[in-house]
T-cell receptor
Framework: DQQVKQNSPSLSVQEGRISILNCDYT??????FLWYKKYPAEGPTFLIS?????DKNEDGRFTVFLNKSAKHLSLHIVPSQPGDSAVYFC??????????FGKGTSLLVTP | GAVVSQHPSRVICKSGTSVKIECRSL??????MFWYRQFPKQSLMLMAT?????????EQGVEKDKFLINHASLTLSTLTVTSAHPEDSSFYIC????????????FGSGTRLTVV
């Protein structure tokens, strides 16, 4: 069963605005969370991660928020750029085992 | 930064033949490597975890005799799809975890396998 869920298959945002991508998980053992950007026929590219002992991590235009009590995390991209258009995957791990991936959210940033 | 080289990027093979996919960590050692499979518009599904020098651990439903994994060195893991069938056509991706960084996952660029 899917332990990491991304319930929005797609999202369209105007350039310059904020993109918010959401992710929920069910396994309370997960202690590390990552976001990846992916293009068709390519491997995932790491964007940003967060440990379960934190609730926020920021790297440039990308910020990840973690709400452990709700088992929810989100990726904020501000400001969004057309080059951000891709599929974004949320992934989670516990103790360094294999990553569990969500189904991805396709982000389209329009000029 | 950490780089994982995966070859080939695309391969077409005939039904019944075998195909080998290589995954190589170029600038770090990877005791553990993971193999994933992705169907169109789907998530990356873990097939198996390989540890250098030992047998791979396969996920439920993945045939270990069909998908042979070898992790003979700290920088190289191979996946061989044996007796390929059209339903094996998919996108295969490897991931190497840096021995010195427990959450240091780096992905290869993937292999598009088409079985005709």
């Amino acid at each position: 069963d899917q332990q990491v869920k991304q319930n929005s298959p797609s999202l369209s945002v105007q350039e310059g605005r904020i993109s918010i991508l959401n992710c929920d998980y069910t396994n309370s053992m997960f202690d590390y969370f990552l976001w990846y950007k992916k293009y068709p026929a390519e491997g995932p590219t790491f964007l940003i991660s967060i440990s379960s002992i934190k609730d926020k991590n920021e790297d440039g235009r990308f910020t990840v928020f973690l709400n452990k009590s709700a088992k929810h995390l989100s990726l904020h991209i501000v400001p969004s750029q057309p080059g951000d258009s891709a599929v974004y995957f949320c992934a989670a791990s516990h103790s360094g085992y294999a990553l569990n991936f969500g189904k991805g959210t396709s982000l389209l940033v329009t000029p | 930064g950490a780089v994982v080289s995966q070859h080939p990027s695309r391969v077409i093979c005939k039904s019944g033949t075998s195909v080998k996919i290589e995954c190589r960590s170029l600038d770090f050692q990877a005791t553990t490597m993971f193999w994933y499979r992705q169907f169109p518009k789907q998530s990356l599904m873990l097939m198996a975890t390989s540890n250098e020098g030992s047998k791979a651990t396969y996920e439920q439903g993945v045939e270990k005799d069909k998908f042979l994994i070898n992790h003979a060195s700290l920088t190289l893991s191979t996946l061989t799809v044996t007796s390929a069938h059209p339903e094996d056509s998919s996108f295969y991706i490897c991931s190497a975890r840096d021995t010195d960084r427990i959450y240091g996952y780096t992905f290869g660029s993937g292999t598009r396998l088409t079985v005709v």
